[in-house]
């Protein structure tokens, strides 16, 4: 019994060229509109953390105040280091960090000599076969 | 009965050929209407981070809230409450479709005022972003 074979006639082949082109479209669509939706939920979450350090940092600087006007010295608060005369603090949120540092203008009044937002850059540990120098 | 077996192949392959463009059509709008859905997100979310960035700006700058009216004179007042509407082009209207609303709490006494700052689809009422802030107002600080 012969079969009859089925043959690719220029139909199918143009409906196979449109389905390809289509689909590729279609993923490239889909692709580039969730890269779209990542890139925005990651300025969000930016956003947040900077304003979550920015009230971290007020917080620090009504902590800081209420201990000057009692006489306590800026050191004891929690967190601040002291070099120089420059009480310092770093609230870490994130890949970033806000750097305050205080100085003491008198007795019970200071004044902010730095208030800065960075970000923490630790060097690779594992550099593969990278000549070292 | 060639000629039969010949007319069956080409319907044969005619329904295929239908049907598999017609999955790979249905595949397609899918595919298209989640790109839509996932682009109109992303262009709401972004907008609200942009509103709820320039309110915490202006309650950066304004200090006490009392003073916050004067940077955003679209806005309504209430007490310790404040909303505006924003366009899609985010313009100030009382039609918009994002609603930012600022809400803030003056209870303590230490001059610390904690603000939250929500933007919210007007027409759906879903919550699109929130950001929280704080300004410290008592400093007597030189």
Same mark, same amino acid.
Request: glycine share 6%.
């Given at each position: 019994m012969n079969q009859t074979p089925i043959k690719? %006639?220029? =139909?199918?082949?143009?409906?196979?060229? #449109?389905? #390809?082109?289509? !689909? /590729?479209? %279609?993923? =490239?669509?889909?692709?580039?509109?969730q890269a779209d939706?990542?890139?925005?939920?990651?300025?969000?979450?930016? /956003?947040?953390?900077?304003?979550?350090?920015?009230?971290?940092g007020q917080a620090f600087l009504r902590d800081a105040d209420l201990a000057v006007k009692s006489g306590k010295p800026l050191a004891e608060l929690e967190g601040v280091?002291?070099?120089? +005369?420059?009480?310092?603090?770093? #609230?870490?949120? +994130?890949?970033?960090?806000?750097? #305050?540092?205080?100085?003491?203008? +008198?007795?019970? !009044?200071?004044?902010?000599?730095?208030w800065e937002t960075g970000t923490e850059w630790a060097p690779e540990e594992n550099t593969g076969d990278l000549w070292g120098g | 009965m060639k000629k039969t077996r010949h007319i069956t192949a080409f319907y044969l392959e005619t329904l295929v050929l239908i049907c598999v463009f017609m999955a790979v059509i249905l595949i397609l709008t899918r595919c298209l209407a989640a790109s839509k859905t996932s682009r109109e997100g992303a262009g709401q979310l972004n907008n609200a981070v942009y509103l709820a960035h320039n309110a915490a700006e202006a309650a950066a700058e304004a200090q006490e809230p009392r003073d916050l009216l004067r940077l955003l004179p679209d806005a309504k007042a209430e007490a310790h409450r404040l909303t505006v509407r924003y366009d899609e082009g985010l313009r100030p209207d009382p039609e918009g479709i994002f609603l930012l609303s600022m809400n803030w709490n003056t209870s303590g006494d230490d001059g610390l005022i904690p603000y939250e700052i929500t933007?919210?689809?007007?027409?759906?009422?879903?919550?699109?972003?929130?950001?929280?802030?704080?300004?410290?107002t008592g400093r007597g600080a030189a």
């Open positions: 690719l %006639g220029v =139909l199918a082949l143009l409906l196979l060229v #449109i389905s #390809i082109c289509l !689909s /590729t479209l %279609g993923v =490239l669509t889909f692709s580039t509109a939706l990542r890139l925005a939920q990651r300025y969000a979450e930016t /956003t947040r953390q900077q304003y979550s350090r920015e009230a971290a280091t002291e070099e120089d +005369g420059v009480y310092r603090k770093d #609230i870490r949120e +994130g890949n970033s960090v806000l750097h #305050i540092e205080l100085r003491m203008t +008198g007795q019970s !009044s200071f004044e902010i000599v730095r | 933007v919210e689809n007007a027409r759906s009422g879903q919550q699109i972003y929130r950001l929280e802030t704080a300004v410290y």
